[in-house]
Structure formats: structure tokens, C-alpha cells
């Protein structure tokens, strides 16, 4: 190995051209930067789990999620088992990611573009309403009503995974059009828990959690940098809206919304630092820390002349795609697969309305009102984009596996038989759903041959 010159940028060991870094540790930072990589962990997860619930050792996959696990500081008791920290703890942190992601498209991104963002808002209301109202009409004459806000969710990493497998074939701008569509499917979402899932609880604390975002929004005029701050104010909005019977992962959002898109320091204002930092020290010094304070203030101001909204969607990102949500998923989506149990959910009304909202419901929505926006020139749809490629869009949206599941949780609390079945139904779906997306992607962009 050719040793590196002493002016050179060090690499660390997982970037430099050894051995192991070479053929093992690169390929798989690499892949992990792949849309697929997120895809893959959470259907590893979902595997597992059904293995898990499936196999001798089941007793052990109940019981292990139903470990209480109180935190209590005087009077003041939070949480029930390790389930709860996991749905109503971790997954804020899922959605407040969702809640960055809202803002940054609602910014910078296609949602403030009006015509660009036309098609998708509309294909994104249109394939949350029509499986809600398929779903009703099947299932909402009963106990199962309170299900109808299960089959409008879409599971973006799913999705994206069947649409990287499809890349070979489908059209590159169908990845931004998901993206957006997803996003707005997400608000919807975030609107359905907070105003239809609500549960009993104290109406006091909906002013300390008012208290509590006015709080985020004057340090942020304040320009306070502090980050034990924001959390302190973010763990605050969290229990009162737990308090109020308002479900907790709605404070993540709010906390992304609230999440500056500007940058503190302009990047122009930090280059000219760093020139005058750069000509003020040596490069040689003596003692070697001699001009420490310099770069490490330098250090702070670089870090600052990135937007806070990127800096947290940054360091959530891996977190949220490879512990978060695959650990949710191997918490929730472990039910017991056996005949009766395949035979009571393929007569359940409450899984014929879940599979038939996912499968048909939420790519004929996406469809339909597609088909009208390009129609009356509302919304006009990307170059090499068809109304085919969006009938594969559609299906593909149709997986609905982690805000689904988590819906479904919400929906039918105290009822393990109905939760049963609208977890299988929801399995069931999710696999159609991307198996006829990558279909209907393959049929949409197939080369076709020229007449003789």
C-alpha cells in the first residue's frame, strides 16, 4: 500500500484501502445507502417475527413485549411494557422524522411547487379516501368500523423497495412522484390518529401542550442553539399530549414542522471564517493543540451553517430505517399463522375490508384521481411517466405495513382476535400489493417490438 502523503486527508480505517474495509465493510456502508437496504431490514423483521410467533418458542415473543417497564419520578408513572415504549416511545422519534420530511417537501421540496405537486396531492387524497370508503362499506356495519383508517397508509420503505427493484425497467422520475405521494399519504395519516384515534384523557394538559410548542417556537426566535433545550420542551409535549389522550408520536410531528429549514449561519459568512481561521494558524503548530479553541469554534460554525431540520433528519434517518421501525415490526407484526387462524381472518369482514382497501381501493383512488388531474390540466405528470406507470404507482402504495399496523393497534385495542385478523389481512395485502406493482411497472415499461 502506497503510504499517503502528510498533507492528505486521513481516512478512517472503514473507508481505507485495506483488506477487510475493501471487500466487506464498503460494499456494506454502500448498500445500506441503498433504497432497498431500509426495504430489506424491515421484511427481515417481519420474517422474524412470524417465525418467532410461529415456532415453540412463542410463549417467549408474548411475553417478552409484555415486560412491564414503568419510568416513575414521584408521582408521576409513565408506561405499561416494553410494547408501550416501543409504539408510543420510539416511534415518536419515527414520526418526527415523518414531520421533517412533511416540512422539507412543503419548503424546498415539490409540495410548494403548486402544478408539480398538484397530481400527487390529488393521487395521494384520492388513495387514502376510496380504501377508507371501500373498507366502510365492507366493514362498518360493526364492531370492525373503527378499522377504516387502517388501509390509507402507505409504507414508504416497502414501496420504495419494490420500486428499486423495478428501477431497471421503470422510469427514474416515478421514485420523486412516490416520494411526494407518500408524504402527503403520511399528513393524512398524522390527521387520522390525532382527530379519530384519540383516547380518554385529561383536557388540562391540551394547554400544557400548547404551552409546550409555544415554548419550541420562542427558541427558535430566540435563537437558541442548546439542544438539551428542544428535548426538555419535546419530552414535555410528548407526556402532555399522553395526558391529554392525544397519542404521543403526534408530538414528534409537530416537533419536525417546528424544526427550522434555514441554516443559523449563512455558508458564505463560514467560509470566510475558514479562510481567516486557515490563514491565522499554523500548520505545523507547537504544541500540536496549540490551535485548538480556533478549530474547534470553526467546527461549531460548520455545524451551524447546515439546517437544523437536515442535521436531525440526518441523524434519525439510519435510525429510524434499521432499529426503529424493524424493532415496531418485530414487535407487532408476530400473529399466530394457522389454518383456523387464516380461515376466521379470509371470512372477517374487518381483513376483507383491509385487503380490499390496499389492493384495490388505494391504486384505483391513485388512478382515478390522477386520470382527472391530468384531464382537466390541473396536474400534468412527469416526462416518460403514463397513466400505466401510475396504475403500478398505485398498486405499489398499496403496501401499507408499518402506519397500517400501527393504525391497527390503535383501532382495536383490548381486542387480540380483531388485531389478529387485520395483521394478516394486512400481510396478506402488503404482498399482493407489491407483487402486482412490480407487475404492472414490468407490463407499463416492457420494450416492445416493432412491427414487421
Known sequence: MVPADEDDIRLPWSRSDRTVPRIIVRPLQEFLQTSTAAAAVLFGAIVLALLWANSPWREGYESLWHTPMTVRIGDIAVGTDLHFWIQDGLMTLFFLLVGLEIKRELTVGELQRLRAAALPVLAAVGGMLAPAVLYLSIAGSGAGRSGWGIPMATDIALALGVLALAASFAPSRLRPLLLTLAIVDDIGAILVIALFYRQGGDPIYVLWGVAA?????????????????????????????????????????????????????????????????????????????????EWLELAAL?????????????????????????????????????????????SSVVAIGIVAGLVVGKPLGIWLTSLAAVRTRVGELPKDVTMRSVAGL????????????????????????????????????SVVAGGAGWVLLRVAHSPRKEPR
Open 302 to 346: 460548520s455545524r451551524e451553517a447546515v439546517s437544523p431540520l437536515a442535521r436531525v433528519e440526518h441523524a434519525l434517518l439510519p435510525w429510524s430505517s434499521f432499529i426503529i421501525v424493524p424493532l415496531f415490526a418485530l414487535a407487532s407484526a408476530g400473529v399466530r399463522l394457522s389454518a383456523s387462524t387464516i380461515s376466521a381472518a379470509a
Open 213 to 293: 410548542t409555544v415554548g419550541v417556537i420562542m427558541s427558535h426566535r430566540l435563537q437558541l442553539r442548546a439542544l438539551w433545550v428542544y428535548i426538555a420542551l419535546g419530552v414535555v409535549l410528548w407526556y402532555t399530549c399522553y395526558r391529554a389522550g392525544i397519542h404521543p408520536t403526534i408530538a414528534g410531528v409537530i416537533l419536525g414542522l417546528l424544526t427550522p429549514v434555514e441554516p443559523s449561519q449563512r455558508p458564505a459568512a463560514v467560509s470566510r471564517e475558514a479562510r481567516r481561521v486557515a490563514e491565522a494558524t499554523s500548520d505545523d503548530p507547537e504544541p500540536l493543540d496549540v490551535d485548538a479553541p
Open 394 to 429: 398505485g398498486a405499489t402504495a398499496g403496501i401499507g405495513f408499518t402506519v397500517a399496523l400501527f393504525i391497527a393497534e390503535l383501532a382495536f385495542p383490548g381486542r387480540p382476535v380483531m388485531l389478529g385478523e387485520a395483521k394478516i389481512a394486512i400481510l396478506f395485502a
